[in-house]
T-cell receptor, first 115, second 115 residues
Framework: AQSVSQHNHHVILSEAASLELGCNYS??????LFWYVQYPGQHLQLLLK??????LVKGIKGFEAEFIKSKFSFNLRKPSVQWSDTAEYFC?????????????FGTGTRLTIIP | NAGVMQNPRHLVRRRGQEARLRCSPV?????VYWYRQLPEEGLKFMVY????????ESGMPKERFSAEFPKEGPSILRIQQVVRGDSAAYFC?????????????FGNGTRLTVT
């Protein structure tokens, strides 16, 4: 079935560690890719997005993600995490094949940063 | 510069009662989306509406759930005869056009608890 997969359900890191959260999707054709973050008690906010062009996308707060079309992946990275990065991170995709208006989310990855 | 406003923030209903969830999109946004987040799961698309029209309701349960986005006023997600399994966080999002070209703006969500 077509889906968005986030294999890491809960990641625990110490401050200053490097971060990589996996995201894979199974839609063919043209896709747009997003990472959203949900800080405790807050609404989802857009971290970064990929529509076209340079597959390495830079977002807010030092986050970046790389679109690798051959691997159907859009992993999120940050070289040095901070305690304030503790949040839930959601990868999302929309694709022509599922209707442009429908954004499909992964199950999320809970990131806990230990001071 | 108000974002997406959802109310109530928390809603408690007994089994069999009705739940009404309200969503006011960002000013100027004509596209509204409802998502549901069950415990330990990602966001699941429910319905996509434009003013006075339901565009895609493929994610809505066949019974008891309905949504509207009238010409004037907020979008309403209505759940009749609630059951325990309806307990979840319901998120509304809006965009000025379809998500293929513009990211979603999310509200803080309504957390529904059915007792």
């Amino acid at each position: 079935a077509q889906s968005v997969s986030q294999h890491n359900h809960h990641v625990i890191l110490s401050e200053a560690a490097s971060l990589e959260l996996g995201c894979n999707y199974s839609y063919g054709g043209t896709v747009n890719l997003f990472w959203y973050v949900q800080y405790p008690g807050q609404h989802l906010q857009l971290l970064l997005k990929y529509f076209s062009g340079d597959p390495l996308v830079k977002g807010i707060k030092g986050f970046e993600a790389e679109f690798i079309k051959s691997k159907f992946s859009f992993n999120l990275r940050k070289p040095s995490v901070q305690w304030s990065d503790t949040a839930e991170y959601f990868c999302a995709v929309n694709a022509e094949s599922i209707g442009n208006e429908k954004l499909t989310f992964g199950t999320g990855t809970r990131l806990t940063i230990i001071p | 510069n108000a974002g997406v406003m959802q109310n109530p923030r928390h809603l408690v209903r007994r089994r069999g009662q009705e739940a009404r969830l309200r969503c006011s999109p960002v000013k100027g946004h004509s596209h509204v989306y409802w998502y549901r987040q069950l415990p330990e799961e990602g966001l699941k698309f429910m319905v996509y509406l434009q003013k006075e029209n339901i565009i895609d309701e493929s994610g809505m349960p066949k019974e008891r759930f309905s949504a509207e986005f009238p010409k004037e006023g907020p979008s309403i997600l209505r759940i009749q005869q609630v059951v325990r399994g309806d307990s979840a966080a319901y998120f509304c999002a809006s965009s000025p056009r379809d998500t293929y070209n513009s990211p979603l703006h999310f509200g803080n969500g309504t957390r529904l608890t059915v007792t």
